[in-house]
């Protein structure tokens, strides 16, 4: 029985790794000009960086795109929240489709930044539409679309670090 323990344990971490991998669609989260757009695969071997306007699909079919930045102004409101009003202010597009046979439940999806050496801090501006990630279970084939932000040192030099859930793979975007 003693035996069987550690062949349990590699059988569970090889079904784990099962969401780690993926695909990665070279500007997929920007609207499509042509039918140009490359694929390549990520597997667990190979890490990718992702580009800002990629689209990366896990392989259960759930996929998330992260638009290139864009600069905004902070409303009232977000003055109200930020601790640093002279870092650069950044926004992102997201969209987030369930290409799989089952509900996907949005509310563990995971954005963190850094910036010029520096972590970004997370910003919530309802005045901007930025409220973060949906609560609201996307069912098999739709998509939810929704705006992230950040303050940055360099609104250049960007890493971001998503993740659709913890089962789910970090992905790596940068500009």
């Given amino acids: 029985m003693k035996k069987l323990a550690p062949l349990a344990a590699a059988a569970a971490l090889a079904l784990s790794l099962t969401a780690c991998s993926g695909e990665i669609e070279k500007g997929g989260a920007e609207p499509a000009a042509s039918s140009e757009a490359t694929k390549e695969s990520a597997t667990t071997e190979q890490v990718e960086t992702l580009q800002f306007g990629d689209k990366y699909t896990w392989t259960n079919g759930v996929s998330m795109a992260i638009s290139k930045p864009k600069k905004f102004e902070l409303s009232e ?23 799989s046979e089952e509900d996907f439940d949005p509310v563990m999806i995971h954005f963190t930044a850094s910036s010029d050496g520096e972590e970004a801090e997370a910003v919530f501006d309802t005045d901007n539409k930025l409220d973060g990630p949906p609560q609201t279970t996307i069912k098999p084939g739709k ?8 303050g940055v040192a360099d609104p250049k030099d960007i890493t971001m670090d998503a993740s659709a859930g913890m089962e789910y793979s970090t992905q790596t975007f940068t500009n």
């Fill in 77 to 99: 409101v977000g003055k109200m929240v930020v601790t640093n009003e002279d870092a650069n202010f950044v926004s992102f597009d997201v969209v987030v489709a369930n290409g």
């Fill in 143 to 150: 998509s939810a679309k929704f705006k992230i932000g950040f």
